[in-house]
């Protein structure tokens, strides 16, 4: 159920709620919080999806029995690491990033984690790469957490690359709070929207910075 607040957008989350909730259903073990630290410790950017996203990430990668995933922007690892062992033995990411640093962290995580073998980290910008990647499809999913005026950009190679039924996961939707602010990056996420919804049967998910999830539709 929902009350009124809660319909329009208010949410009981505080800290101590949140802490708590991620202790018990988002636990990390040793490997997984050295990825999550990484940014701090490297002295990069702290912007890699958080617990609860990246457990529901994983979550939804296993319901729909993904097998061949691509993720737009590693930074440390910790989104690549929930996705890989997300995936079945013979499963596969190919992770993209466009800093040469930020790979190299990612990739020395992943190697601390056992799962060098099932990631191929990419380096380069992601409109380049990506077709690169092509003849490695079709693909079960793309998890798209780069630059968000790219996302358009990156969903219409995953609606040509994806299975039918394959599944386009997005983070920070919301724009931080930005979308529907008068400006070039807004309007090119609000097209990326507009084009997901088109291509896609799709659900919003309210985390705190918005995920979109979209499952491909079938040729007509």
């Given at each position: 159920?929902?009350?009124?607040?809660?319909?329009?957008?208010?949410?009981?989350?505080?800290?101590?709620?949140?802490?708590?909730?991620?202790?018990?259903?988002?636990?990390?073990?040793?490997?997984?919080?050295?990825?999550?630290?990484?940014?701090?410790?490297?002295?990069?950017?702290?912007?890699?999806?958080?617990?609860?996203?990246?457990?529901?990430?994983?979550?939804?990668?296993?319901?729909?029995?993904?097998?061949?995933?691509?993720?737009?922007?590693?930074?440390?690892?910790?989104?690549?690491?929930?996705?890989?062992?997300?995936?079945?033995?013979?499963?596969?990411?190919?992770?993209?990033?466009f800093s040469p640093r930020h790979?190299?962290?990612?990739?020395?995580?992943?190697?601390?984690?056992?799962?060098?073998?099932?990631?191929?980290?990419?380096?380069?910008?992601?409109?380049?790469?990506?077709?690169?990647?092509?003849?490695?499809?079709?693909?079960?999913?793309?998890?798209?957490?780069?630059?968000?005026?790219?996302?358009?950009?990156?969903?219409?190679?995953?609606?040509?690359?994806?299975?039918?039924?394959?599944?386009?996961?997005?983070?920070?939707?919301?724009?931080?709070?930005?979308?529907?602010?008068?400006?070039?990056?807004?309007?090119?996420?609000?097209?990326?929207?507009?084009?997901?919804?088109?291509?896609?049967?799709?659900?919003?998910?309210?985390?705190?910075?918005?995920?979109?999830?979209?499952l491909k539709r079938a040729a007509?």
């Amino acid at each position: 159920m929902a009350d009124h607040d809660s319909r329009e957008g208010a949410s009981y989350a505080n800290r101590a709620i949140v802490e708590w909730l991620d202790a018990l259903h988002h636990p990390l073990d040793a490997a997984a919080q050295r990825a999550f630290d990484s940014p701090g410790v490297e002295g990069i950017p702290a912007v890699q999806v958080g617990r609860p996203e990246a457990a529901l990430l994983s979550l939804l990668l296993r319901l729909h029995g993904a097998r061949k995933v691509v993720e737009v922007g590693a930074l440390a690892g910790f989104s690549a690491l929930n996705i890989a062992r997300a995936l079945p033995p013979e499963g596969h990411l190919w992770t993209v990033e466009f800093s040469p640093r930020h790979a190299a962290i990612t990739r020395a995580n992943l190697d601390a984690a056992g799962l060098s073998t099932r990631v191929t980290v990419r380096e380069g910008a992601g409109a380049d790469v990506l077709p690169t990647l092509s003849p490695e499809g079709p693909f079960d999913a793309v998890f798209l957490d780069a630059d968000k005026a790219g996302y358009l950009g990156y969903a219409r190679w995953a609606d040509e690359n994806l299975r039918p039924g394959g599944m386009l996961i997005a983070d920070n939707t919301f724009l931080f709070g930005r979308l529907l602010e008068d400006s070039e990056e807004a309007e090119k996420v609000r097209a990326f929207h507009q084009f997901a919804r088109a291509r896609f049967d799709t659900h919003h998910v309210p985390t705190p910075d918005g995920m979109l999830v979209g499952l491909k539709r079938a040729a007509p």
